[in-house]
């Protein structure tokens, strides 16, 4: 489902990073920083090793985002996807994201999750030759680009993302979004935002830093910098 999210810039907290103990208030801080696309990851210690989160979280903080205007952005690390969208939805998710490694059906997917009056992504592991996602583009609303290996925050940006980005880009309809995923901060922000990607998820470059809602505006305002 298109979506205006998707056609803007958006640096999306992960909250995978953030502190579970005050997951909700540290929402509200990012909220009042300005973020308005939150992106929820969730994994099964199948399709990736550790074991996050499901709907509940979801539900938890979804009304607060929505009654702010934002979207909630679920990264599904799973297995079999399909047999948990309905739920998602339920909890008020806006948008799911499946990862072909995860999909033989992707097709079929993406419908179920369009069904649900969901915006639906397809996700690439770094490993995974862009080309794979050619089919796909043209029935997903974003595309993600994993820049690190999916299962963990706080790994080291994979260098060859940015190209990876431009050839995914050349794929895009309009109204889509592209994506990254992973090691994006100071340092990576800037040339993934040249290399096309308008969503920029950012997970311990927000949740690490002493204050998140300051760090979340500074990333903001690298991307809003003129290139030089
Ligand atoms: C990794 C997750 C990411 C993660 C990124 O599997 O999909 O969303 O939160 O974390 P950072 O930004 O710390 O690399
Ligand atoms: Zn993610």
């Known amino acids: 489902m298109a979506a205006p999210w998707l056609e803007e810039t958006h640096v999306q907290p992960s909250i995978l990073a953030c502190d579970f103990g005050a997951f909700r208030s ?5 909220l009042d920083a300005g973020a308005r696309a939150f992106h929820v990851d969730v994994m099964d210690g199948h399709f990736v090793p550790v074991i996050t989160f499901g ?3 979801v539900g938890a903080i979804a009304d607060e985002i929505h009654a702010r205007g934002g979207t909630v952005d679920v990264h599904l690390m799973v297995e079999r996807p399909e047999i948990h969208l309905a739920e998602f939805a339920r909890a008020g998710a806006d948008s799911c994201s499946v990862h072909i490694e995860a999909c033989p059906h992707l097709h079929h997917v993406l419908g179920s999750i369009h069904d ?3 915006t639906a992504g397809a996700v690439l592991n770094p490993a995974t030759p862009t ?10 609303d974003l595309l993600l680009c994993m820049s690190v290996n999916p299962g963990w925050g706080g790994q080291a940006f994979i260098e060859a ?10 794929m895009l309809r309009p109204g889509m979004g592209l994506q990254v995923d992973g090691g994006v901060g100071p340092a ?7 290399a096309g990607a308008n969503l920029l998820v950012a997970g311990s470059a927000i949740f690490a830093q002493p204050d998140p809602g300051e760090a979340y505006r500074r990333l903001v305002d690298a991307v809003a910098a003129p290139a030089t």
């Not at 540290?26 to 990012?30: E, F, I, P, S, Y």
């Not at 080309?131 to 997903?140: F, G, S």
């Not at 990576?188 to 040249?194: K, Q, V």
């Open 26 to 30: 540290q929402t509200v801080d990012l």
């Open 55 to 57: 709907p509940q979280v």
């Open 116 to 118: 649900l009056g969901m």
């Open 131 to 140: 080309v794979a996602l050619r089919e796909a583009a043209r029935y997903a």
């Open 161 to 170: 993302t940015p190209e990876r980005l431009r050839e995914l880009g050349v």
């Open 188 to 194: 990576t922000i800037t040339r993934c935002r040249e």
